[in-house]
C-alpha cells in the first residue's frame, strides 16, 4: 500500500524531533556523522525516506549539515558563535519584554502559566528534556506575545541553532533549580505587567545560564573527541547531577 503524503510528513515530524532529541542531549555529538544504523533503534524502523527528509528540517534548523558522499553531521559551533547567538538572543528577549508586557492576552497569560506548571512539574520528576522543551516554548509564547513576527522569526531561528549548548548548561543540578526560580520571577513580571522588571530578569536569566554553558563547552573543546561521543539514551530521563 502506498503511504498517504501526509503520513510520510508524520513520520518526517516523529524522525526530526527524535534525531533533535538526541542532537540536543548530546547522545548525537557536534561534528559526529549520523547514519541509519546508528540511530535506527530510536527510530523504530523507520525507512529512510522520512530520515532524508528529517536530515533536512535539521539542516534548515541549523542543527545539522548536509554533506556530499558524507550525509547528514552534527553541526559544530565554537564558543565564540555559541556567545554571539546568546547575544542576540538576549538583545530580542530584551526587545519583547516590554511590549508582550502591554499586548498579551488574559488567554497568552494563561497558556504561558500553564505550561509554567508543567515546567515545574519535569523539574520535579527530573526529566531534563521535557523540562527543556516546555522551557524553550515559554520563551518563544513570550517573544511571539510582543506581536512583531519578524522578531518571532528570527528569534526562533537563533534558539533552533544553539538549544543543545543552552541544554547543556542545566545538566548542572545548581544551574537547573536556579533556572526554575528565574522562570517563576519571570512569570510574576509578566503577570503584572511588568515590562522593566521583565526585560532585566530575561537578561539575567540568559546571561546566568551563559556562565555555566560557556563552562561545559569549555571543558568539552578540551576533551579528546572519542570522549565527546555518548551513546544514545534508551528513555527520557535524564541523570541529573
Not at 69 to 93: F, H, Q, W
Request: glycine share 6%.
Amino acid at each position: 500500500m502506498t503511504s498517504l503524503p501526509e503520513d510520510r510528513g508524520t513520520r518526517t515530524m516523529v524522525a526530526a524531533r527524535r534525531l533533535r532529541e538526541l542532537i540536543v542531549s548530546g547522545a548525537l555529538a557536534p561534528g559526529q556523522r549520523i547514519t541509519e544504523r546508528l540511530v535506527s533503534h530510536q527510530l523504530d524502523g523507520m525507512s529512510r525516506t522520512p530520515l532524508r527528509e528529517a536530515f533536512k528540517v535539521l539542516e534548515a534548523e541549523g542543527l545539522v549539515r548536509i554533506e556530499p558522499n558524507r550525509g547528514a553531521v552534527v553541526t559544530s559551533l565554537s564558543v565564540d558563535e555559541v556567545a554571539a547567538a546568546i547575544e542576540v538572543i538576549i538583545g530580542l528577549e530584551t526587545l519583547a519584554a516590554e511590549p508582550a508586557c502591554e499586548r498579551i492576552t488574559d488567554a497568552g497569560l494563561a497558556a504561558i502559566e500553564e505550561l509554567h506548571a508543567r515546567m515545574e512539574q519535569a523539574w520535579r520528576d527530573g526529566d531534563l528534556m521535557a523540562y527543556f522543551q516546555l522551557n524553550q516554548t515559554i520563551h518563544q509564547r513570550l517573544v511571539d506575545a510582543a506581536g512583531n513576527p519578524v522578531l518571532s522569526r528570527i528569534y526562533a531561528s537563533e534558539c533552533a541553532r544553539v538549544q543543545r549548548y543552552r541544554y547543556a548548561g542545566n545538566q548542572q543540578h545548581a544551574r537547573w533549580e536556579r533556572a526554575v526560580q528565574e522562570h517563576a520571577a519571570m512569570l510574576d513580571a509578566l503577570r503584572q505587567r511588568a515590562g522593566a522588571v521583565l526585560r532585566e530578569l530575561l537578561r539575567q536569566h540568559h546571561r546566568n545560564g551563559w556562565v555555566v554553558s560557556r563552562q561545559v563547552l569549555q571543558t568539552r573543546d578540551a576533551a579528546p573527541a572519542a570522549a565527546q561521543v555518548a551513546p544514545p539514551p534508551r528513555g527520557r530521563k535524564a541523570a541529573v547531577h
